[in-house]
């Protein structure tokens, strides 16, 4: 069985894909040019295009979400134990020579 969200993703590309089309007709019928409609056209299919790819990837991201939550995250933001200091040059004390 599929999610609701694969649902109306799928649902989205589908109305996105008949925009393409029918957007372009629209404009034929109310006097545009051919040239302009299928520039039109092909400006609608490249955003749908692009757009497809990008809800893909967060559903993907969505997906593999659940899967890391049970597992410790060690991020940039992480803190360091008490006592390590990364990135230091000098072992001595805090106060700087002069």
């Known amino acids: 069985m599929t999610s609701p969200s694969r649902d109306s993703a799928s649902d989205l590309v589908r109305w996105a894909a008949f925009s393409c089309v ?8 109310y006097g545009t ?11 609608l299919a490249a955003v749908t295009a692009v757009c497809r790819v990008l809800l893909r990837q967060s559903e993907r991201g969505a997906a593999r979400m659940p899967a890391e939550e049970g597992a410790p995250h060690r991020g940039r933001h992480c ?4 006592g ?7 072992s001595g004390g805090t106060t700087p020579v002069d």
């Open 22 to 29: 029918l957007v372009p007709v629209v404009l034929v019928l």
């Open 79 to 82: 803190r360091a134990p008490s």
């Open 33 to 43: 040019s051919l040239g302009g409609a299928a520039g039109t056209a092909l400006g």
């Open 84 to 90: 390590s200091h990364r990135g230091t040059r000098h």
